[in-house]
């Protein structure tokens, strides 16, 4: 079940041309089964619709301060209330810099004053608005006051500028929010996950790869930093931003996973391996480009090392955890691969035309153990990493028992 479920959540949505994404964070929102109810700024309404946002929270969106419809004339005590946390994506400079100085001009502003929720900013402006002193003296001030600040990320903007200042995009900011409510269940404990795809080199400019985007790698040492792990993340490429409190190694090809796993290893309570691991690697990496002179053209290729099965025969072991990704009979196939590795636990998804795991923000699970399967079923990579790092430390803390 989501963290967020039942949760009263109110989506403050300030002028800026991100904006548009707010549509989008709401209904994952309400897709995780929060009530959301939307609270725009009059510059907000310029960006987008209160009719869009009306139609994706299933709600009326309110923005009048003075509003005799609510409850008393008061919406602003009203609604800080009902709130079990504010979130205001995008927040421009300006509003960062109204609640930096404690100024509460409009509904929004005002219900952030008045609340005691917890408050979440995901700010979004011009890099050179954002990197001013002004902006990070009232950004310091609002971290200081106990309030949330998500991202901006660095990267294009709608202004042509490159730089810091875009928002996080809806499914990081969820993230972020589910990692928030999380448990603490791994404190403590030494945590290594490798993600992503690794890269096989053929030439200086050509590889072997796969699908794997790296999200459910990615979403797992964020739910598992978040329960209070020490966590070392080894990466293959991808284009994510590394979760934060995580210890990142980046690495392009399996032998070189291999061996920054065999450095991160020891000592580590907790083994799991997400990512997507070439089982082959062309046996000769050229040094210049490999020209198309020839009709045919014959790849030798030798067989990667297997991390995983290398954790699990370690002394001391790590409670070790595999992942499957299988196109037929996926549960059968699992069973197998977990006995064969050595693992305690192996997680299973079937690649299919109904779910598609690579690249998606959605999955579906089984965990598999010596004697039981649990479905954790279809949702959120982030809703799903999060149950299965419960899972996982539960399991890990049954077999640790003294
Ligand atoms: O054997 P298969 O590739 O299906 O197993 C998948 C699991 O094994 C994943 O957890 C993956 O991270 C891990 N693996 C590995 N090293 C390899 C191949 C797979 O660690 N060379």
Redesign the pocket.
């Known amino acids: 079940m989501s963290l967020l479920r039942d949760q009263h959540i109110i989506l403050g949505i300030t002028g800026g041309i991100a904006a548009y994404k707010a549509a989008e964070l709401a209904r994952r929102l309400k897709d995780e089964g929060a009530l959301v109810q939307v609270v725009m700024t009059d510059a907000a309404k310029s960006f987008i619709s209160p009719l869009t946002m009306q139609a994706v929270s299933g709600r009326a969106v309110r923005d009048t301060l003075l509003d005799p419809a609510a409850e008393a004339g008061m919406g602003h005590i009203e609604l800080g209330r009902w709130a079990d946390l504010v979130l205001v994506a995008p927040t421009s400079a300006d509003f960062i810099a109204k609640l930096a100085n404690g100024m509460a001009s409009d509904l929004l502003s005002t219900v952030c004053l008045a609340t005691s929720a917890p408050v979440f900013l995901a700010p979004a402006m011009n890099q050179a608005m954002w990197q001013k002193p002004a902006t990070q003296r009232n950004v310091t001030t609002l971290q200081a006051d106990g309030i949330m600040i998500l991202g901006p990320t660095i990267g294009d903007q709608a202004c042509g500028d490159v730089g810091p200042g875009r928002m996080m995009e809806p499914h990081d900011i969820l993230n972020a929010l589910l990692a928030q409510t999380a448990s603490g269940s791994m404190q403590g404990l030494n945590v290594v996950i ?1 993600a992503g795809p690794t890269w096989e080199a053929l030439d200086p400019v050509r590889g072997l790869s796969n699908h794997s985007s790296g999200k459910m790698g990615y979403a797992v040492a964020s739910a598992a930093a978040a329960a209070g792990a020490n966590v070392h993340l080894i990466s293959g490429p991808t284009a994510l931003t590394p979760p934060k409190r995580v210890r990142l190694s980046s690495v392009r090809s ?1 032998e070189e ?2 061996e920054a ?1 065999q450095t991160a290893h020891s000592p580590c309570d907790i083994f ?8 082959y690697r062309p046996q000769t990496v050229q040094t210049s480009k490999i020209k198309k002179n020839d009709d045919r053209l014959t790849l030798e290729l030798v067989k ?8 699990a025969t370690q002394s001391p072991r790590p409670f070790t ?6 196109t037929d009979q996926p549960i059968e ?1 699992a069973r197998n ?1 977990r006995r064969n ?1 050595g693992l305690d636990l ?1 997680a299973v998804n079937q690649v299919g035309e109904a779910l598609n795991p690579f690249g998606s923000d959605e999955n579906q699970l089984v965990l598999i153990g010596q004697n039981e399967e649990i479905d954790l079923g279809r949702k959120s990579k982030a809703q799903l990493a999060i149950d299965l790092i419960e899972t996982i430390a539960k399991k890990y803390h049954e077999q640790h028992k003294t």
């Open positions: 490798t399996a996973m291999f796993v799991i391996g997400v990512a997507a691991v070439a089982d990667n090392p297997d991390i995983l099965s290398w954790v955890v595999g992942f499957a990704a299988e196939h691969k590795k192996i």
